[in-house]
């Protein structure tokens, strides 16, 4: 936890009234995945993007369950927030800190639009990334928590996609 603390604490040296103002903004629009549905919702309404738009809600829900719903329960590691003397900018979180559920979403939807689509998805990777320095920014999360949701959205993802080529008609024509 030392090492972490110093890098929340590093980053947290670069605050500033405007930067306050952008990772607020990136926390609300990234909260429960929004922007992420709302991208792939737009994806599925055009016919190059449609597999890659189905394939990023798939991949967001079964990135979702297993961090916020198996992963978060079972290990119970407290945030950031919750052991030091910090105050927020947001509005504090109610679930457990590892892994981060934003950087599990961000990672997993930026996996499947890869996936299908190289140049996109390393433009929403630069995205994921940004809103998983917006959780150490926040102090909401351990930079392991961040590491780890994004590996756990990459590895879903790559499993989720594999599995729908290989057994979803819909998705091995790759539009």
């Not at 910090?86 to 981060?100: A, G, R």
């Amino acid at each position: 936890m030392g090492l972490e603390l110093d890098i929340l604490n590093s980053i947290h040296g670069i605050s500033s009234p405007l930067m306050d103002s952008v990772m607020q903004a990136t926390a609300y629009v990234t909260e429960h995945g929004a922007i992420w549905i709302l991208l792939s919702c737009i994806l599925i309404c055009t016919k190059r993007y449609r597999h890659a738009g189905v394939a990023m809600l798939v991949c967001m829900l079964v990135a979702s369950i297993l961090c916020d719903e198996v992963l978060k329960p079972l290990i119970c590691r407290e945030r950031p927030v919750d052991l030091c003397d910090f105050d927020l900018i947001i509005d504090p979180p109610t679930s457990y800190s590892f892994p981060s559920g934003h950087s599990t979403v961000a990672f997993a939807t930026a996996t499947a639009l890869f996936l299908y689509h190289r140049r996109e998805g390393c433009i929403l990777y630069v995205c994921a990334s940004f809103v998983a320095f917006s959780r150490l920014y926040l102090f909401v999360h351990w930079p392991t928590d961040v590491i780890a949701g994004a590996l756990l959205g990459i590895t879903v993802s790559i499993a989720v996609v594999w599995l729908l080529r290989r057994y979803i008609p819909f998705f091995s024509e790759d539009g």
